[in-house]
């Protein structure tokens, strides 16, 4: 396995542009979370897919924000409209596993860094 | 709303100093508690699981364990390999999602 990957690193926009990120899991994981961290604090969780299907969004996941997984293997996770306040480290994270140890061990990726001017 | 405290902020040991690391939770339900390192610039890195009180885990030179209210994170004999932000996180009863507590940033020095 090479790992969870995204894609850009980093990706620094102008308010009000719209930024796609893409996350590619381990081969075979079912699940797949996006989540968000900002400097100092822990991931918020944002998303997750089981497969293609989209389970639970959190509450921080306002209108602006949308996120796919058309095939069940990659996913994106969109923003439009950017705000400064969406400034934060973007994670992606898998696991192969469902139930309890499905949500407990996930495996990152290096995360997307987003800049809004 | 599910809860995690995590202390110190910050903790600077000599190497082969043991200490602990700290995490209050306030959950509905506790389905199960999780430890994470983050270094520097990657996304966190699973660690340990443990599902109900008394349980323990080991893994070289950590040591995780989990009472009612909280759990610990010992490290014994430190190296400075193990300077990293130590990440906990609760599942609780309602939905399928992680509560990330803020971390402790551990440094290890020589």
């Known amino acids: 396995d090479t790992g969870v990957s995204q894609d850009p690193r980093h990706k620094i926009t102008k308010r009000g542009q719209n930024v796609t990120f893409r996350c590619d899991p381990i081969?075979?994981?079912?699940?797949l979370y996006w989540y968000r961290q900002t400097l100092g604090q822990g991931p918020e969780f944002l998303t997750y897919?089981?497969?293609?299907?989209?389970?639970?969004k959190s509450r921080l996941l306002s209108d602006r924000f949308s996120a796919e997984r058309p095939k069940g293997s990659f996913s994106t996770l969109e923003i439009q409209r950017t705000e400064q306040g969406d400034s934060a480290m973007y994670l992606c994270a898998s696991s192969p596993y469902t139930g309890l140890a499905g949500v407990g061990t996930q495996y990152f990726g290096p995360g997307t860094r987003l800049t809004v001017l | 709303e599910d809860q995690v405290t995590q202390s110190p902020e910050a903790l600077r040991l000599q190497e082969g100093e043991s200490s602990s690391l700290n995490c209050s939770y306030t959950?509905?339900?506790?389905?199960?508690l999780f430890w994470y390192r983050q270094d520097p610039g990657k996304g966190p890195e699973f660690l340990f699981t443990?599902?109900?009180a008394g349980e323990e885990k080991e893994k070289e030179r950590l040591k995780a364990t989990l009472t009612k209210k909280e759990s610990f994170l010992h490290i014994t004999a430190p190296k400075p390999e193990d300077s990293a932000t130590y990440l906990c996180a609760v599942l609780g009863g309602g939905g399928n999602k992680l509560t990330f507590g803020t971390g402790t940033q551990l440094k290890v020095e020589l």
């Open positions: 443990l599902y109900s």
């Open positions: 081969s075979e994981h079912n699940r």
């Open positions: 959950v509905s339900g506790l389905r199960g």
């Open positions: 897919f089981q497969n293609e299907a989209q389970l639970e």
